[in-house]
């Protein structure tokens, strides 16, 4: 495996070895050793899995407040998508920044999303299926979305026409969400 760092504090995009032949590929897309060896230690307790039917469909901007603030780690086993996250961790180096990261069935890269950051995607393809590692359990409690097309915030999501729920059409404004982060720079030792 390889880690790539991002423009953004603790984010990074992690690139796992894939091996091929006239059969096809393999490729381990998760080993916790490997990663742990990488400066990525994180103990992930739960599986999700998304399906996004139609190109165009935009879920976000999500994150589960504290005290069950998740980190995750994101890939695209079907299809294509544009991965966002924010930073939105008070007095970390690229508070309020944002990157977009390509996730695709084809590149098979995966995208480590560390508590503390707002997230979301657009899918690039129909029938994408998304697949997301998380380090605490959901929390109904603590789930919160945040504007996706908040202004302070300036993410192009692309020009299509979007399918999205009710909830993330309703979120508030960043400012006016109850979503609040510290930076700690020991949380992630990259």
Known sequence: MEIIKTELED??????KMIGD????FVESYNKKDLEELGLEVDFVQDNRS????KGT???LHCQKNPTAQAKLVSCVQGAINDVIVDIRHGSPT???HIVVELSAENNRMLFVPEGFL???VSLTDDVVLNYKVSRYFSPEDD???KFDDPLFSIDWGNDEHTMSLKDLNAPLYSDSDVYF???KETVKL
């Open 11 to 16: 984010a990074v995009i992690v690139v796992p």
């Open 22 to 25: 006239n059969r096809g590929w």
């Open 51 to 54: 399906f996004s039917k139609k």
């Open 58 to 60: 935009l879920r976000g």
């Open 95 to 97: 508070y309020l920044k």
């Open 119 to 121: 997230h979301g995607f």
């Open 144 to 146: 919160r979305s945040v």
């Open 182 to 184: 510290e930076y700690k």
